[in-house]
């Protein structure tokens, strides 16, 4: 696609798009802030600790295993009619969740807003790829970048909002309306595209994704749960889903149709993309795991209170992301990248000094640090990835680029909470004889339980002091090793990602695979390369 066959309404287009993708990203931290009131008899439906966690989970692990099957059947039967499909899905299924009656359904309508959330996510940048020139992309993406973390950002304080003023479905109900107009408006603005010459499926390589990442995710869950790597169900799912994935990539490297091509990991631009996006949002799951406890358990600050205070990392998000492709194309996605990173191993470092006294200033310097460092780091990550493969399979790419970001958040969460709550356990037990021997087990769980159980007994003045002096010195282990982790992220980038962006989009090189029909089928998918069209309707609606 060439400027002059970019679309007419690209940029209202990508304002829709940006909209779908907000209460799918919203939807990963807003639920946060509402777990103590859904949890209350009163209040909410009595949920127990195990039923809240598979609230978070049934989500988390629908949309991970779904999420590249999705992006290739977009590619398949249309990216447009996908997106609108799963947004539906996503509505409906939030409608029902705000009037969950019982714990279970709940749960079930959760696994719905998953299956929804899948087929919107990596329909969103497929689309954008591909009604954006290539000499612009970078500039949409970095807007698109911006969306994520700030929906990351924004998600808290309006939970918080939310909570003060309406009861706990208001969380859920508020993506019904916005779902509706989102529809409304990709019918009536986004074009349809897809992949003019799909080939013959691969349902062999579809089913071996899906149950790949389904294991993995599953057993990433379980350690996060169970506080412990060791569990032989954990490892059992976990060494299942490695090697269901390991025999993924080697089917899909032998076959002449695969649903995604694998062999495109040999440009590094996209096999460092990739991991460097897997190593920064490792890193920052821990990060947002243990802040909202430190902001209200530590600090003591309400729901509300907590969310305002990361409004300048999502200030952060808007300002730098849209820049980011300017700063790119000026100084390569090097420099950029390896900016960015260090920036956020900054912020992470700076963590492990926080403790109770520190200034709320102080504070939101660190998100803002924090939220410049992924503005700059994002967008030309996944630029990097989107004009490396070829845009009919954009919607793959999206999908990859994607489930990649959601299996790290999961490990991050599982990973660095099981640190947070190993040191805990360690730091708070030898102050827990002053309880019943019986409440001692659960006090030490979690910073929460230590104090609701001090409150319950009365004895707020031996528990409250050391429970925030156990909690700070596990938040600092884990921030340390989140910078480690983010360190290793710079060195990688710094070393191995391209010094200069490539000016031509990858459309316009044969496939690597070599395969028979490629040079027609790269032709038939670029129109830079003989003015052929691509498969995309400019019409209003299907």
């Known amino acids: 696609m060439d400027q002059a066959a970019a679309h007419p309404r690209r940029w209202v287009i990508l304002g829709v798009l940006v909209l779908a993708l907000l209460v799918v990203v919203l939807d990963h931290t807003i639920l946060n802030v509402a777990l103590r009131v859904i949890a209350d008899p009163q209040q909410g439906i009595g949920a127990t600790q195990s039923e809240l966690q598979w609230a978070i989970n049934s989500?988390?692990?629908?949309?991970?295993?779904?999420l590249f099957t999705f992006g290739v059947l977009g590619d398949r039967w249309g990216r447009k009619r996908m997106l609108?499909?799963?947004?539906?899905?996503?509505?409906?299924?939030?409608?029902?969740?705000?009037?969950?009656?019982?714990?279970?359904?709940?749960?079930?309508?959760?696994?719905?807003?998953?299956?929804?959330?899948?087929?919107?996510?990596?329909?969103?940048?497929?689309?954008?790829?591909n009604v954006f020139s290539p000499e612009q992309r970078g500039r949409a993406i970095g807007i698109w970048a911006g969306a994520v973390g700030m929906g990351m950002a924004i998600g808290p304080p309006l939970g918080g909002l939310l909570l003060t003023y309406f009861w706990w479905g208001s969380i859920f109900l508020i993506n019904v309306p916005v779902a509706v107009f989102a529809v409304a408006m990709i019918l009536w603005l986004a074009p349809e595209s897809r992949n003019p010459e799909p080939g013959r499926l691969d349902p062999v390589?579809?089913?071996?994704?899906?149950?790949?990442?389904?294991?993995?995710?599953y057993g990433i869950i379980g350690i996060g749960e169970r506080g412990q790597g060791f569990h032989p169900e954990t490892i059992l799912a976990l060494c299942a889903g490695l090697a269901v994935l390991a025999a993924f990539v080697v089917y899909e490297a032998r076959i002449d149709h695969p649903a995604f091509n694998v062999r495109l990991f040999r440009d590094p631009r996209l096999a460092v993309a990739v991991a460097t996006i897997m190593l920064v949002f490792f890193a920052m799951a821990g990060v947002v795991?243990?802040?909202?406890?430190?902001?209200?358990?530590?600090?003591?600050?309400?729901?509300?209170?907590?969310?305002?205070?990361?409004?300048?990392?999502?200030a952060a998000q808007a300002v730098f992301a849209p820049l980011s492709s300017t700063l790119v194309s000026r100084f390569g996605p090097k420099l950029v990248g390896t900016v960015g990173v260090l920036l956020v191993a900054v912020a992470l470092g700076s963590y492990a000094t926080v403790d109770v006294a520190t200034p709320v200033l102080a504070l939101c310097a660190i998100f803002f640090v924090q939220g410049t460092g992924m503005a700059l780091v994002m967008p030309p990550a996944t630029?990097?990835?989107?004009?490396?493969?070829?845009?009919?399979?954009?919607?793959?790419?999206?999908?990859?680029?994607?489930?990649?970001?959601?299996?790290?958040?999961?490990?991050?969460?599982?990973?660095?909470?099981?640190?947070?709550?190993?040191?805990?356990?360690?730091?708070?037990?030898?102050?827990?004889d002053v309880l019943p021997q019986h409440a001692q087990a659960d006090a030490a769980s979690s910073i929460e339980e230590t104090l609701g159980t001090a409150r319950a007994l009365g004895l707020e003045a031996e528990l409250v002091q050391p429970a925030k002096d156990a909690f700070l010195a596990g938040m600092h282990t884990s921030a340390l090793c989140s910078l480690v982790v983010a360190l290793i992220s710079a060195v990688t980038v710094l070393i191995w990602l391209p010094r200069r962006a490539r000016p031509q989009d990858v459309t316009q090189q044969p496939d690597p695979r070599g395969a028979p029909g490629a040079a027609e089928s790269a032709t038939a998918s670029n129109p830079g390369a003989t003015g052929a069209p691509e498969s995309v309707s400019t019409r209003r609606s299907d």
């Open 59 to 66: 989500y988390t692990l629908v949309f991970a295993g779904l």
């Open 84 to 129: 609108v499909a799963g947004l539906v899905v996503f509505g409906a299924s939030s409608g029902v969740s705000a009037f969950a009656q019982t714990p279970e359904q709940l749960i079930a309508a959760r696994a719905l807003m998953g299956l929804g959330a899948a087929g919107i996510m990596p329909q969103t940048l497929a689309i954008l790829t």
């Open 205 to 217: 390589g579809v089913l071996l994704s899906i149950i790949g990442l389904v294991l993995l995710v």
């Open 289 to 314: 795991f243990f802040m909202s406890f430190y902001l209200q358990s530590v600090q003591e600050f309400n729901p509300l209170q907590a969310g305002l205070l990361l409004i300048p990392m999502a």
């Open 383 to 432: 630029e990097s990835i989107m004009s490396t493969v070829p845009r009919h399979e954009a919607g793959a790419a999206s999908a990859m680029q994607n489930t990649a970001r959601q299996v790290a958040v999961a490990l991050g969460v599982a990973v660095l909470g099981s640190v947070v709550s190993l040191v805990y356990r360690g730091q708070i037990s030898e102050h827990l």
